[in-house]
């Protein structure tokens, strides 16, 4: 599956995305861990609460869902494609 | 009180100037901007009237926060019967102007009447004139505001002035202030023009008087803090600008492109906020007065053009929504529109409509009178038939109406995205149904500014609610369309609501003006304010049946992405926002709620 960065996110990072092997029982939240590995930068405080709950105007996508109404950073991935990830952002 | 105590009166008719009181004990019920405006409008104008006509007044207001130092304390209001709905119009600007009515002493600026011919007006502190505008009439913003600035003797004059779309009565002409800066939205430029009034140049160098400016400046301190710990408005909004929100709306599945018929765009990244920085276009960020988030964009285009913007919004209309996706033609257009004092919004979506009546036959090719191929993909189509609407040249002269009249014209106005007769921003209503709520029952047609429903519906600010959810949507609709009324008529940017909350507010409204309310009376003011919005709009003749959407968003479902299968849920809302409102199930408000409200 992807995972993709956004934002500020990816400009710190300076990749758009990274590739991993396909887990369905993975969690979003391990495949983000697994993300940081991948391109060697840690963003996880940069996205989440100590609650692991996203800060206001971030977000994680999984295939267009927000995690936020599925089961959190718990959430299986399954069968989805792409992870997306938001530090917080706005605007109008 | 922070408030100047005096208005001006502009009579174009006879060329008299009055300067009058402002009406500072209203402001308790109307706050000031936007609310007081419209209270003053109500009582001055028959809504019935023809918005261009003479009997019509142009309205510019600062609220109480307008050249203090509380964050974004710069932002003024224009609010006139609108010609593009026929109903209230008003429409906010940052920038610097709004402050530097207040330091040239006044609050506000009311224009009646009609000028035989063009002229603008020019008010340095106590000198306050109307000047012959024939030199500057035809020039275009950038132009007439240099010349006017250089005219008036002051580096620091600021300029708020009309282009040729607004001197031609393009429905939907913005007013322009420091070249980039627009008011833009609901054909308020197209009033200015119809007045044969250019510009209204202002300077001076007095302070709002503050009660207490040692408390005030500690009070706002701290709220400054507050906006720049904010990873909205302390790094998003900063960093990328409004643009960040490409990417996001794109991939959360409700980033409409080709008229709507679509609810995401492949090419996205290719014009996202991120890409504009990535490709060097973005030279640097600025803000406007007194502003600690700065979102403007500063660009430099690789032919060497230079101007601001695009904005998440623009870069949209120019953009995916037309079916393309390359930044120098969406940047261009961007300063094409600032130069003319073209609304982005609905010139991108009166196009677009253009474009979906073409490709299905509705135009035929003979009508473009050997201009390019109105298709989706054209690039060449954009600034052509954006010049085209400027100066009601060809067909251009039917688009300068807006989509709906447009549309209704051939036939067809089902192929307009509007509500009231405003075109709907870059939100598709399928995708976010209390945002769709929001275009639907809007005092000025569609728009996104009046209750951002989309900071708790997809940004998760202050809260993240699910955004297909109906339950409980429309009481958030209700406080955030009268916390807005309050921002809005404060002299405040309404991107400070992602850090602050109604509370902060009233904070720097009771310490600007020593009225002491409550939280709760201020956003009674908001409640008030969208009431007596309503009420002008009611008696103006829009029927509650046009609280609605164009059925494109109920009957042709999203087809792809996480609202695959999706229509917009109005009908299951609507009454139960009507009962939120305490209005008749008719979607009329009772003579007990205007009373209850102390709405006259």
Known sequence: ?92 | MAFMGTTLRVNLTDGTIKKESTPVDLAKKYVGGRGLATRLLMNEIDPGIDALSPNNKLIFATGPLTNTNAPTGGRYMVVTKGPLTGGVASSNSGGDWGAYLKKAGYDMVIVEGKAAKPVYLSVMEDEVELKDAAHVWGKRVPETTDMLIAESGQKKAKVSCIGPAGENMVLFASIMNEKHRAAGRTGVGAVMGSKNLKAIVVHGDKKSPIPDPDAFRDLVKGKIATIRGNGITGEGLPKLGTKVLDNIINENGLYPSRNFQDVMYDGTAHMSGEALVEKGYLKRNSGCYMCPIACARNVELPNGRKGEGPEYETGWAFGPLLGFHDLNVICDANFLCNDLGLDTISAGVTIACAMEMYEKGYIKKEELANGPELSFGNTEALPYYLYQMAYREGIGDKLAEGSLRFATSYGCPEFSMTCKGQEIPAYDPRGVQGMGMSYAVGNRGADHVRSYLIGPEILGSPEKLDPQAIDGKMQWLFIFQNLTAVIDSSGLCLFTSFALNADDYADMLNAATGFNLSTEQWLEAGERIWNMERNFNLSAGITPDKDTLPKRFFEEPAQRGPNKGKVHRLPEMLPEYYQIRGWNADGTIPASKLEALGIE
Do not use: Y
């Open chain 1, 1 to 92: 599956m992807t995972i993709k960065f956004f934002a500020t996110l990816k400009l710190k990072l300076g990749v758009a995305s990274v590739e991993l092997d396909a887990e369905p029982q993975l969690s979003v939240g391990d495949a983000i861990r697994r993300a940081e590995q991948s391109t060697g930068r840690s963003f996880w405080s940069e996205i989440f609460d100590q609650d692991g709950k996203t800060f206001p105007g971030g977000m994680v996508l999984l295939d267009g869902a927000n995690i936020a109404h599925l089961d959190g950073v718990d959430t299986r991935v399954g069968d989805a494609e792409t992870i997306s990830v938001f530090p917080p952002a706005g605007g109008g």
